[in-house]
């Protein structure tokens, strides 16, 4: 079972021997707000991926993967939604993808 994007940091955090309020600063946030974000009370700001890329050395687009994994089976489980909507989804994807292509081909 994969763990949340919370506790996916925090293991991150101590394994490279951060404390709390030294990962805090490199985030810019308080270490409450971290803790809390460690603990699954807050979510984790999109915008500080980067910092969070960077402090750790991970590929952004793995990290993306992490957060975007957790965010959307957070909105399926509290939805009450089947599984059935991650195939929906990626219809989706492929559709705005193919539309996007389309418009930029027609841009050039």
Do not use: H, P, W
Not at 64 to 76: P, Q, R, S, T, V
Not at 86 to 101: F, M
């Amino acid at each position: 079972m994969k763990e949340s994007f919370g506790s996916f940091i925090k293991k991150l955090r101590i394994e490279s021997g951060l404390t709390l309020t030294q990962l805090a600063a490199k985030l810019d946030l308080d270490s409450a707000n971290l803790s809390k974000i460690e603990n699954g009370k807050r979510e984790f700001d999109e915008k500080r991926l980067v910092l969070l890329s960077d402090t750790f050395n991970i590929n952004i687009d793995e990290l993306k993967k992490e957060f975007f994994g957790d965010f959307i089976a957070k909105k399926i489980y509290n939805s009450n939604c089947s599984e059935e909507i991650l195939l929906v989804a990626e219809e989706k994807v492929k559709y705005l993808r193919a539309v996007n292509s389309k418009q930029i081909n027609l841009d050039l």
